[in-house]
């Protein structure tokens, strides 16, 4: 057990806070030029897909080093190291696996440049959590499919360039997990419908799907037909690690403490309540507990030990504090708490009565917490499935 | 950066673990609980052979000269069966000795401490819920030769087991460590909630104890063995937190109603997995703060009142959960699982509960 760093991951960090020394203005200075200068700089450096194998583009850097970039960054208040979140996190993970050169090409490094933004067509009106069941249709037409259905909750379509799609390609209800092939498909394609969908914060990031008689070639098919649900599978498994949400979290704890420092509670200082100073704590343990899970993880992946489903401790961990920590702002500082940005007793400008509607978006999205319940009873711990 | 452990400590945890199962079962705790001191002078011997004891004593002294996270794992490993061996007390009283001890007193005792030749123990605070200095009550007065103890130091842990029982006491000029025999006090069983962690008072009515047995005691003092007496403590958490977890959850495996096994109602498998995240993440955070020890002292408050603040609470929960998804026969005196409850129980406010290390941490984060 060593919490050092070696000397080249020392020198690491140092060329990252080098970097974000030189190339990472202050948020007022940054002019309009700003991120598409700081996209092309951190492509250069090969910060982007900094993990991929160096054939595509990547810079086949390692966990700890990754690890290393992630909380420098989340430290610097970075802004992401490409526009594409999806398509860094799994549909290039998903082509380099499972895609053809062609695909590989074509794809790759346009998600490692910025050029495209992706969206996710996984869950259904009717299938969620149950995403094995999806029944958008792709039925095959000569060197086509020809997909009908609708997807929802799905985030950044209004916005994205491309969607990953999966779509039953099997009816008969046997087929259940064999029947769903998975699709890359243009946004632009004719036939398909986006209706944004308001959340409870008032933002329009997702949105429901429609696809009407959509040709889709089969050479846009990501795997073998009927392989869909391995491709996704392997694709959500390619997790990554959480130090950087950690980096962020304990941010957002110190906010949290600043705001309990100024704040009066039935003209109490709310510092001096021990409720108040054991939930701070609490939430202290629990980002703790996510950072060195974490690491214990990340040191067994290094060691070659595959981990089982361990990465769903650390998101229900996530999902308790993302819902309680906002909560915890707006309950404390009363009627001023339920201000909205714009408000005249608004605190920190709204932030905390903004992001305390915004949870579902961590929690829900990628699976719930009950979903994550299921996993680690049922691959860990060995009890029988639903 | 590396959160693990060597191929040196997974071999030492095979060792305890293997070593535990076979020589100290449910049936031999069982029959210890029945006794006033619970102790096997037999299996103290051999795991003194075994070198456990010795594990963070100087090899100059007789032991192995290794760390604080060495000794978790070897904690929590002998949690796990829930054995009443005093190994905690007597690492305690080993740590004090290593920290307060002058040199002739260490080169005198630390071998026979390192192979359990003598059993030690170590009270500090007489108030049943204060982590204070103030919370020390036993008195010392300076007499030639020595000081004259006089109180009674209501919580001993292992107190009828040991050889030499290390106490704190308050003299004219701050505080003292004393180590007395036996039998120059009264000692008198308490009968605890979990009988496998046996405890006594001891009364000293005004004896005095020779210079040569006196280990000069900060208040810095005090707070360090009571942060390291809380990496212990967790640490053994640990262990019987994950027996507990293991022994409902292959209930819930096995235990069919409804004609399937309660384990495949998600009322019983979400609370499992639950256990689990708990159990995970106070034994990660006691992992770092057992590191600490040793290698970043100064992160050591935090660390271990993360780590315990955690735990505290959770495995509280743990113990009385195990024993309601068991339902009716986890109530039973027959079933172990309730051992595990008072065990819990018993760990709750060892060298602070949660409310006090949270406020702690609270205070160290500036509020």
Same mark, same amino acid.
């Given at each position: 057990?060593?919490?050092?760093?070696?000397?080249?991951?020392?020198?690491?960090?140092?060329?990252?806070?080098?970097?974000?020394?030189?190339?990472?203005?202050?948020?007022?200075?940054?002019?309009?030029?700003?991120?598409?200068?700081?996209?092309?700089?951190?492509?250069?450096?090969?910060?982007?897909?900094?993990?991929?194998?160096?054939?595509?583009?990547?810079?086949?850097?390692?966990?700890?080093?990754?690890?290393?970039?992630?909380?420098?960054?989340?430290?610097?208040?970075?802004?992401?190291?490409?526009?594409?979140?999806?398509?860094?996190?799994?549909?290039?993970?998903?082509?380099?696996?499972?895609?053809?050169?062609?695909?590989?090409?074509?794809?790759?490094?346009?998600?490692?440049?910025?050029?495209?933004?992706?969206?996710?067509?996984?869950?259904?009106?009717?299938?969620?959590?149950?995403?094995?069941?999806?029944?958008?249709?792709?039925?095959?037409?000569?060197?086509?499919?020809?997909?009908?259905?609708?997807?929802?909750?799905?985030?950044?379509?209004?916005?994205?360039?491309?969607?990953?799609?999966?779509?039953?390609?099997?009816?008969?209800?046997?087929?259940?997990?064999?029947?769903?092939?998975?699709?890359?498909?243009?946004?632009?394609?004719?036939?398909?419908?986006?209706?944004?969908?308001?959340?409870?914060?008032?933002?329009?990031?997702?949105?429901?799907?429609?696809?009407?008689?959509?040709?889709?070639?089969?050479?846009?098919?990501?795997?073998?037909?009927?392989?869909?649900?391995?491709?996704?599978?392997?694709?959500?498994?390619?997790?990554?690690?959480?130090?950087?949400?950690?980096?962020?979290?304990?941010?957002?704890?110190?906010?949290?403490?600043?705001?309990?420092?100024?704040?009066?509670?039935?003209?109490?200082?709310?510092?001096?309540?021990?409720?108040?100073?054991?939930?701070?704590?609490?939430?202290?343990?629990?980002?703790?507990?996510?950072?060195?899970?974490?690491?214990?993880?990340?040191?067994?992946?290094?060691?070659?030990?595959?981990?089982?489903?361990?990465?769903?401790?650390?998101?229900?961990?996530?999902?308790?504090?993302?819902?309680?920590?906002?909560?915890?702002?707006?309950?404390?500082?009363?009627?001023?708490?339920?201000?909205?940005?714009?408000?005249?007793?608004?605190?920190?400008?709204?932030?905390?009565?903004?992001?305390?509607?915004?949870?579902?978006?961590?929690?829900?999205?990628?699976?719930?917490?009950?979903?994550?319940?299921?996993?680690?009873?049922?691959?860990?711990?060995?009890?029988?499935?639903? | 950066?590396?959160?693990?452990?060597?191929?040196?400590?997974?071999?030492?945890?095979?060792?305890?673990?293997?070593?535990?199962?076979?020589?100290?079962?449910?049936?031999?705790?069982?029959?210890?609980?029945?006794?006033?001191?619970?102790?096997?002078?037999?299996?103290?011997?051999?795991?003194?052979?075994?070198?456990?004891?010795?594990?963070? %004593?100087?090899? +100059?002294?007789?032991?192995?000269?290794?760390?604080? #996270?060495?000794?978790? /794992?070897? *904690?929590?490993? @002998?949690? !796990?069966?829930?054995?009443?061996?005093?190994?905690?007390?007597?690492?305690?009283?080993?740590?004090?000795?290593?920290?307060?001890?002058?040199?002739?007193?260490?080169?005198?005792?630390?071998?026979?401490?390192?192979?359990?030749?003598?059993?030690?123990?170590?009270?500090?605070?007489?108030?049943?819920?204060? %982590?204070?200095? +103030?919370?020390?009550?036993?008195?010392?007065?300076? #007499?030639?030769?020595? /000081?004259? *103890?006089?109180? @009674?130091? !209501?919580?001993?842990?292992?107190?009828?087991?040991?050889?030499?029982?290390?106490?704190?006491?308050?003299?004219?000029?701050?505080?003292?460590?004393?180590?007395?025999?036996?039998?120059?006090?009264?000692?008198?069983?308490?009968?605890?909630?979990?009988?496998?962690?046996?405890?006594?008072?001891?009364?000293?009515?005004?004896?005095?104890?020779?210079?040569?047995?006196?280990?000069?005691?900060?208040?810095?003092?005090?707070?360090?063995? @009571?942060?390291?007496?809380?990496?212990?403590?967790?640490?053994?958490?640990?262990?019987?937190?994950?027996?507990?977890?293991?022994?409902?959850?292959?209930?819930?495996?096995?235990?069919?109603?409804?004609?399937?096994?309660?384990?495949?109602?998600?009322?019983?498998?979400?609370?499992?997995?639950?256990?689990?995240?708990?159990?995970?993440?106070?034994?990660?955070?006691?992992?770092?703060?057992?590191?600490?020890?040793?290698?970043?002292?100064?992160?050591?408050?935090?660390?271990?009142?993360?780590?315990?603040?955690?735990?505290?609470?959770?495995?509280?929960?743990?113990?009385?959960?195990?024993?309601?998804?068991?339902?009716?026969?986890?109530?039973?005196?027959?079933?172990?699982?309730?051992?595990?409850?008072?065990?819990?129980?018993?760990?709750?406010?060892?060298?602070?509960?949660?409310?006090?290390?949270?406020?702690?941490?609270?205070?160290?984060?500036?509020?």
């Amino acid at each position: 057990m060593d919490f050092e760093y070696s000397s080249e991951e020392h020198a690491f960090r140092e060329e990252v806070r080098t970097f974000l020394r030189e190339h990472l203005p202050p948020r007022r200075e940054r002019g309009r030029d700003f991120m598409q200068t700081w996209l092309e700089k951190v492509r250069e450096k090969g910060w982007v897909g900094f993990s991929w194998p160096k054939e595509y583009g990547g810079s086949a850097g390692g966990l700890i080093e990754q690890a290393i970039l992630r909380e420098e960054m989340a430290l610097a208040k970075g802004p992401p190291l490409g526009t594409s979140f999806m398509g860094l996190a799994w549909v290039g993970p998903g082509i380099m696996q499972y895609g053809t050169d062609e695909q590989k090409r074509r794809f790759i490094p346009d998600i490692l440049d910025s050029k495209v933004s992706w969206c996710t067509g996984y869950s259904e009106p009717n299938h969620g959590s149950d995403l094995a069941a999806i029944q958008c249709k792709a039925v095959r037409d000569g060197d086509h499919y020809v997909v009908n259905g609708q997807k929802i909750w799905t985030s950044g379509a209004p916005w994205a360039d491309w969607i990953i799609l999966l779509v039953r390609t099997q009816f008969d209800p046997a087929a259940k997990h064999k029947g769903i092939t998975c699709l890359l498909v243009p946004m632009t394609t004719p036939g398909i419908e986006v209706r944004p969908i308001e959340n409870m914060a008032g933002d329009r990031h997702f949105a429901e799907v429609f696809f009407t008689d959509v040709r889709v070639p089969v050479a846009n098919r990501l795997g073998a037909e009927g392989e869909g649900w391995m491709v996704t599978v392997s694709a959500l498994a390619n997790e990554r690690s959480s130090i950087g949400e950690v980096t962020q979290m304990f941010d957002k704890l110190d906010a949290l403490r600043e705001l309990v420092k100024r704040t009066t509670r039935q003209g109490r200082p709310a510092s001096q309540d021990p409720k108040v100073r054991r939930t701070l704590a609490m939430f202290e343990a629990k980002i703790a507990a996510m950072k060195y899970n974490g690491l214990r993880y990340l040191t067994r992946q290094i060691k070659g030990e595959p981990l089982s489903s361990e990465t769903s401790v650390n998101k229900l961990l996530r999902a308790s504090l993302e819902i309680e920590m906002d909560d915890f702002a707006v309950e404390l500082t009363g009627q001023a708490g339920l201000q909205m940005p714009g408000g005249d007793a608004a605190v920190d400008g709204g932030r905390w009565a903004k992001s305390s509607l915004s949870w579902p978006n961590v929690v829900i999205g990628g699976g719930t917490p009950n979903i994550q319940r299921n996993i680690i009873a049922e691959r860990i711990l060995g009890q029988p499935k639903d | 950066m590396n959160f693990g452990f060597t191929e040196e400590q997974n071999l030492l945890r095979e060792q305890v673990r293997r070593f535990m199962q076979e020589a100290c079962g449910m049936s031999t705790v069982r029959a210890l609980m029945k006794t006033d001191s619970g102790f096997d002078p037999a299996l103290w011997r051999q795991v003194g052979d075994l070198g456990w004891l010795g594990l963070t %004593i100087p090899v +100059d002294h007789g032991g192995i000269g290794l760390k604080w #996270v060495d000794l978790t /794992v070897v *904690l929590e490993e @002998t949690a !796990r069966g829930l054995s009443p061996l005093p190994i905690v007390a007597h690492a305690l009283a080993t740590a004090a000795v290593l920290r307060c001890g002058s040199a002739k007193q260490q080169g005198d005792w630390l071998p026979a401490m390192a192979t359990g030749a003598v059993v030690c123990t170590i009270a500090l605070y007489d108030d049943p819920n204060w %982590i204070s200095p +103030d919370a020390i009550t036993l008195t010392g007065e300076r #007499v030639a030769g020595g /000081v004259r *103890l006089t109180g @009674t130091k !209501r919580f001993v842990p292992d107190a009828l087991a040991a050889d030499y029982l290390m106490l704190a006491y308050r003299g004219p000029d701050g505080l003292g460590l004393a180590a007395i025999r036996p039998d120059q006090g009264t000692i008198k069983p308490q009968p605890g909630m979990d009988r496998t962690k046996p405890s006594g008072s001891v009364t000293l009515d005004g004896v005095i104890v020779t210079e040569d047995m006196l280990l000069p005691f900060s208040t810095a003092d005090l707070a360090w063995l @009571t942060d390291v007496g809380a990496v212990a403590v967790t640490a053994e958490m640990v262990g019987a937190a994950e027996a507990a977890l293991h022994m409902t959850s292959e209930y819930a495996r096995t235990r069919i109603q409804f004609g399937k096994p309660i384990g495949q109602y998600q009322g019983v498998k979400h609370r499992l997995a639950d256990i689990f995240v708990d159990v995970e993440s106070f034994k990660s955070l006691l992992y770092y703060a057992a590191w600490c020890v040793d290698d970043a002292p100064d992160e050591l408050p935090r660390a271990i009142s993360l780590a315990k603040g955690y735990a505290s609470d959770a495995f509280a929960r743990i113990g009385i959960d195990g024993v309601g998804l068991h339902g009716a026969i986890g109530f039973t005196a027959e079933y172990d699982i309730q051992l595990y409850l008072k065990r819990s129980k018993w760990a709750r406010p060892m060298f602070g509960d949660s409310d006090w290390h949270l406020d702690r941490v609270a205070a160290l984060g500036g509020l």
